[in-house]
């Protein structure tokens, strides 16, 4: 007798079908598992044949073999436990073949029969509705999040006997189909301008809220963080010790705008594929690596392959606090993935690609003690000292950031005045509600100019830029101009242009002004 059942593992950002293959020998009792699986997997033989018995199943006194096809694919994770069950019960005559016939089925079992969460969900439900399948029948914990791929019928799972019970049409269990549709999340609708009157206040429970409030001064710089955000530009803040450089970074989590349907999907898929995820996370990842971090989790990889932070940063920002102190190699691997927003990563025996669409946030000291061209405290540090602190970064990744800025120290006597002055939360709400509104409106006229939700003045291409951005003749006399002053590379050159775009846009003017391209020069071509 030989029985199919059909389920699917993560393979990078995809998945792969697998089908579970069954049947019984002439032999002694056992239950063997082949077809490239790890660790993980052999070990479901004891965890499924627990399950069936503590779930008041009789386990097949035969010879079992199960074979996970395809046999020449390395497989990892526990989401074939419940299939591999599903064949166990049907070797063992309890269920038919008919009662599973067009359904997809994936999870991993307690010993007491419960279902446990999977990583990759997303991945394993898009999979399966690639191949056809309509029913997926999955762990009840994961099913809020699995509601997002539209188009199939969950049905969530709790235990083994819960799911023998539907397959035997004596208690069926409820589909979750549609159910996304009341989840509040953006949708990607048609592009329509938000009023500022839908942005609700935020709220003062948050640790984060008054970040913007706490930076005192500084208006051009809290003016580029809202460009970089708005427009999807990379800003690199350098500065001594105490100048806001952290703090002002730190805000852009409150600042970032609600990520689209499509989007959401994208980071979910990603996220999931590190952690069992119980809840659909409905904001724009903000990651933070500290600067020991390994290349492996900055650019991803181990056995089997895993997304690092730059594809967790995807549709989001990767913030870097103090840049130089990285390893040079991992700086350098950033390169490729700010350019193609992808990252591939290759094994002997496997490859994977991520996306890593993110906005790179960094800041720096001018030196290693960090008050070189400072008023306030002279700097100890030597010129060989200061070469090699700033040799981390090369001319492509400076090239690669849109905006530089340099933060002063603020001045002392206004500092002491704000401190020593009670300002009510109301200013600290209104502050960051104009912020957000501005945002929101700059992401807008964005959606409206290229029709989509999903792309941004920072991520447009060369072909893009000639037909969404023109530039008048005075204007490109006066790039020229300065192409030849600062000898800017191309890439430099269509950053420009496109961060010209984005002030534009902040300046709510359907043109890009002579002021607007000075601006960006002087935002691209500073060097910290």
């Known amino acids: 007798m030989n029985v ?71 497989k990892s994770g526990s989401s074939l436990d419940l299939p591999i069950a ?27 029969g419960s279902l446990k969460p999977v990583k990759g969900i997303l991945n394993i439900i898009e999979t399966a509705k690639n191949h056809g399948f309509k ?14 791929i539209q188009g199939v019928e969950i049905y969530p799972v709790r235990t083994l006997k819960q799911l023998f019970l539907h397959l035997k049409h004596q208690s069926p269990i409820l589909p979750l189909s549609g159910s996304a549709q009341t989840l509040p999340i953006t949708t990607a609708t048609t592009p329509t301008r938000t009023p500022d009157s839908t942005l609700a206040p935020p709220s003062h429970a948050d640790s984060s809220f008054y970040a913007l409030d706490q930076i005192q001064g500084l208006d051009f710089a809290k003016r580029a963080l809202i460009l970089a955000i708005a427009g999807h530009h990379n800003l690199l803040l350098s500065g001594p010790p105490g100048s806001g450089k952290t703090l002002l970074m730190s805000a852009a989590r409150d600042l970032l705008p609600p990520p689209s349907s499509s989007e959401l999907i994208s980071i979910y898929k990603i996220h999931g594929l590190t952690t069992e995820l119980d809840q659909i996370p409905r904001k724009r990842p903000f990651r933070q690596p500290h600067h020991s971090s390994s290349a492996c989790s900055i650019i991803g990889g181990g056995n089997p392959i895993t997304p690092g932070e730059i594809s967790l940063a995807h549709l989001g920002i990767l913030f870097l606090d103090e840049l130089p102190e990285f390893p040079k190699s991992v700086l350098e691997a950033l390169r490729q993935p700010l350019e193609d927003h992808l990252i591939s990563i290759s094994r002997a025996k496997e490859r994977a690609t991520f996306p890593a669409n993110f906005t790179l946030f960094a800041t720096m000291n001018p030196c290693p003690c960090g008050y070189y061209g400072s008023h306030i405290k002279p700097c100890t540090c030597t010129p060989t000292q200061i070469h090699n602190y700033t040799k981390h970064l090369s001319g492509p990744i400076f090239d690669r950031i849109d905006i530089k800025l340099h933060l002063p120290y603020l001045d002392q006597n206004l500092l002491i005045d704000h401190l020593s002055t009670k300002s009510p939360p109301e200013n600290s709400a209104k502050n960051l509600h104009f912020y957000q509104n501005k945002i929101c409106h700059i992401t ?21 830029i000639s037909q969404y951005i023109h530039l008048s003749s005075t204007l490109k006399t006066e790039l020229k101009r300065a192409t030849e002053a600062f000898r800017l590379s191309s890439r430099v050159i269509v950053k420009i242009i496109k961060l010209s775009r984005t002030i534009a846009d902040y300046d709510d003017s359907p043109e890009i002004k002579l002021e607007h391209l000075k601006e960006a020069i002087c935002f691209t071509t500073f060097s910290p």
Do not use: C
Not at 135 to 148: D, G, K, M, R, V
């Open 86 to 112: 599903i064949n166990i019960l049907i070797l063992a005559k309890q269920l038919r073949e008919e009662d599973i016939k067009g359904l997809f089925f994936t999870g991993e079992l307690s010993l007491d």
């Open 135 to 148: 029913q997926i029948f999955l762990p009840a914990t994961s099913a809020t999040s699995s509601t997002l």
């Open 444 to 464: 807008q006229l964005q959606a409206e100019r290229y029709n989509s939700t999903d792309k941004f003045n920072g991520t447009l291409t060369s072909a893009e």
């Open 4 to 74: 199919k059942v059909f389920t699917a593992i993560p393979t990078g950002y995809s998945g792969q079908l697998i089908e579970v293959e069954g049947t019984t020998n002439k032999g002694l009792p056992s239950f063997n598992l082949v077809g490239m699986g790890d660790k993980t997997i052999l070990e479901s033989k004891e965890r499924v044949r627990s399950a069936v018995v503590n779930s008041d199943f009789s386990f097949p006194k035969h010879k079992i073999i199960i074979n996970l096809a395809p046999a020449d694919l390395i």
